[in-house]
């Protein structure tokens, strides 16, 4: 099987500037042993205009069936295949996972961005051609582009015949690739890397626990945001559910916290600040404050769970008070809790003080063990930043899942804006809010939510409580087990 990598350059900056990236220098060919064979790396073509370096795997057939797996060995049922399909088959020939791991092995320091002899390199972008001349694609050439195109190249994936002499036999799963753009050489391997066993569909080696680990390291920085991510994770640790799904759930995590530390960046200045781009947003962020402690000391609640506790603005409000003898910030953004820990000053407490408050990275669409057992939860202007559709995963997660005595919910009132003078007509506060609701929607909602999982629900204004529009902030206060909230017509909510 066969890879190239080409790039053009100029006497100012040399296309053999590859050879330093790579770690293999243009004027040598060089052979590395693996498992299933030998790894060739050399260079058809090498001078300051353009360079190509390609990587050739000779694949021992024998060497891969001792080794216990490949297309020959056992089939996906288990049971065994015919002993001559162990040693005739595409394996030699066609890029996949064994050409992924011979890419790792022998261009490690490149798949990791390292170049000890000119690191000014690692962050250039060349103009690269990569070419792969035989890859098996389940999927077909249609699913090639879906996976490469959103990733920055021009992709020629052109189905191979099964037989040039038959062409009414049609064409076979293998394409012939070739990727063009203005690339990271990096950022090129780990696509590679990933994206050949994905297409081939079929890895030559049992998916371990830690090929999760591995994925989402090679798939940092693109395939959180990679339409097609469920597919290639899938894939990529060969179907198997538990691995997928612990997967997805820590790529959630890294999609959210991309999200939201464009939200911690606004505010990481900020002596205290709310997220929201009210008029006055600290005055109401104070306001919102005071109710939600007024609420958990009338709840008596004793150990509290801030979910999407951000940089710690209520956290720390609750330090103030004694009464309050645990506190778990909880927030998906780890630059938030780094943020929320400086401003807490957590190396600088007292040990008495410590014991008190945790930060702990999570995500609230996602049951987790960690959150069972507190007396409140507090869900302060978080809902309104998730998608309408995740709205039920987040309910569960913390009404059915989690269940502290009493949950305190905060939104905005989206009758109010038209009070903000700064505000657009018919924009949100928040470029992020995926909605805001009206009174009687958000009442609508906790009201069923209150229902499907046994608490009461009564609701409170926060902020001046305009006679025409209601206040700027609602707030729902759910009791588990307390008499269920009398449904209120949208006419009295409004």
Same mark, same amino acid.
């Given at each position: 099987?066969?890879?190239?990598?080409?790039?053009?350059?100029?006497?100012?900056? !040399?296309?053999?500037?590859?050879?330093?990236?790579?770690?293999?220098? $243009?004027?040598?060919?060089?052979?590395?042993?693996? +498992?299933?064979?030998?790894?060739?790396?050399?260079?058809?073509?090498?001078?300051?205009?353009?360079?190509?370096?390609?990587?050739?795997?000779?694949?021992?057939?024998?060497? #891969?069936?001792?080794?216990?797996?490949?297309? /020959? /060995?056992?089939?996906?049922?288990?049971? !065994?295949?015919?002993?001559?399909?162990?040693?005739?088959?595409?394996?030699?020939?066609?890029?996949?996972?064994?050409? &992924?791991?011979? *890419?790792?092995?022998?261009?490690?320091?490149? *798949?990791?961005?390292?170049?000890?002899?000119?690191?000014?390199?690692?962050?250039?972008? =060349?103009?690269?051609?990569?070419?792969? $001349?035989? #890859?098996?694609? %389940?999927?077909?050439?249609?699913?090639? %582009?879906?996976?490469?195109?959103? *990733?920055?190249?021009?992709?020629?994936?052109?189905?191979?015949?099964?037989?040039?002499?038959?062409?009414?036999?049609?064409?076979?799963?293998?394409?012939?690739?070739?990727?063009?753009?203005?690339?990271?050489? +990096?950022?090129?391997?780990?696509?590679?890397?990933?994206?050949?066993?994905?297409?081939?569909?079929?890895?030559?080696?049992?998916?371990?626990?830690?090929?999760?680990?591995? #994925?989402?390291?090679?798939?940092?920085?693109?395939?959180? /945001?990679?339409?097609?991510?469920?597919?290639?994770?899938?894939?990529?640790?060969?179907?198997?559910?538990? =691995?997928?799904?612990?997967?997805?759930? %820590?790529?959630?995590?890294? %999609?959210?916290?991309? &999200?939201?530390? +464009?939200?911690?960046?606004?505010?990481?200045?900020?002596?205290d600040e709310d997220t929201d781009t009210e008029e006055r947003p600290v005055a109401l962020a104070v306001q919102r404050r005071a109710a939600i402690v007024e609420a958990l000391r009338g709840a008596g609640a004793s150990r509290v769970l801030?979910?999407?506790?951000?940089? /710690?603005?209520? @956290?720390?409000?609750?330090?103030?008070?004694?009464r309050f003898t645990q506190i778990v910030g909880v927030d998906v953004s780890m630059r938030a809790l780094s943020l929320a820990a400086r401003r807490l000053r957590i190396e600088r407490m007292g040990e008495r003080q410590a014991e008190?408050?945790?930060?702990?990275?999570?995500?609230?669409?996602?049951?987790?063990?960690?959150?069972?057992?507190?007396?409140?939860?507090?869900?302060?202007?978080?809902?309104?930043?998730?998608? *309408?559709?995740?709205?039920?995963?987040?309910?569960?997660?913390?009404?059915?899942?989690?269940? !502290? @005595?009493?949950? #305190?919910?905060?939104? $905005?009132?989206?009758?109010?804006?038209?009070?903000?003078?700064?505000?657009?007509?018919?924009?949100?506060?928040?470029?992020?809010?995926?909605?805001?609701?009206?009174? &009687?929607?958000?009442?609508?909602? &906790?009201?069923?939510?209150?229902?499907?999982?046994?608490?009461?629900?009564?609701? =409170?204004?926060?902020?001046?409580?305009? !006679?025409?529009?209601?206040?700027?902030?609602?707030?729902?206060?759910?009791? =588990?087990?307390?008499?269920?909230?009398? $449904? @209120?017509?949208?006419?009295?909510?409004?």
């Open positions: 099987m066969f890879l190239t990598i080409s790039t053009t350059g100029t006497h100012e900056r !040399p296309a053999t500037d590859l050879g330093f990236l790579l770690h293999k220098h $243009p004027d040598k060919a060089q052979a590395f042993s693996t +498992s299933y064979g030998t790894a060739h790396v050399l260079y058809p073509e090498a001078s300051p205009e353009r360079c190509t370096a390609a990587l050739l795997l000779e694949v021992d057939p024998v060497a #891969l069936v001792r080794r216990g797996k490949g297309k /020959g /060995g056992k089939g996906r049922g288990g049971a !065994p295949d015919q002993a001559l399909a162990q040693y005739v088959n595409d394996r030699p020939y066609a890029a996949s996972s064994l050409l &992924a791991v011979a *890419l790792g092995n022998v261009f490690s320091s490149a *798949l990791k961005g390292q170049c000890q002899a000119r690191p000014e390199l690692v962050g250039q972008t =060349l103009p690269l051609r990569v070419e792969v $001349p035989a #890859l098996p694609a %389940r999927g077909g050439a249609e699913l090639v %582009r879906k996976l490469f195109e959103p *990733l920055g190249w021009a992709v020629t994936a052109e189905p191979i015949t099964l037989d040039e002499r038959f062409p009414e036999w049609g064409a076979s799963r293998y394409v012939h690739l070739v990727l063009e753009g203005e690339q990271r050489l +990096s950022d090129a391997l780990r696509h590679l890397y990933v994206l050949l066993p994905v297409l081939d569909d079929a890895k030559h080696y049992w998916v371990s626990p830690d090929e999760v680990d591995k #994925l989402l390291r090679v798939g940092e920085g693109w395939l959180p /945001g990679h339409p097609e991510h469920k597919l290639i994770t899938s894939r990529y640790l060969a179907r198997r559910w538990s =691995l997928t799904r612990e997967a997805m759930e %820590r790529i959630e995590l890294a %999609r959210l916290a991309a &999200a939201d530390d +464009s939200d911690v960046e606004e505010i990481d200045n900020a002596v801030d979910l999407g506790c951000g940089q /710690g603005q209520l @956290v720390r409000e609750l330090l103030k008070d004694p008190r408050v945790r930060l702990l990275q999570g995500s609230l669409t996602y049951t987790d063990k960690r959150l069972k057992g507190y007396d409140a939860a507090v869900l302060s202007e978080v809902i309104e930043h998730l998608d *309408l559709e995740r709205l039920p995963a987040l309910e569960y997660a913390v009404f059915g899942a989690a269940r !502290p @005595v009493t949950v #305190l919910v905060t939104t $905005p009132n989206v009758e109010y804006n038209v009070r903000w003078e700064t505000l657009p007509a018919g924009h949100v506060r928040h470029g992020d809010h995926r909605f805001e609701w009206t009174r &009687a929607e958000f009442r609508t909602w &906790a009201l069923a939510v209150a229902e499907r999982h046994g608490y009461g629900v009564e609701f =409170l204004p926060v902020g001046p409580d305009d !006679p025409e529009v209601g206040p700027p902030t609602q707030m729902a206060v759910f009791a =588990l087990n307390a008499a269920p909230a009398t $449904p @209120v017509s949208e006419e009295k909510a409004a």
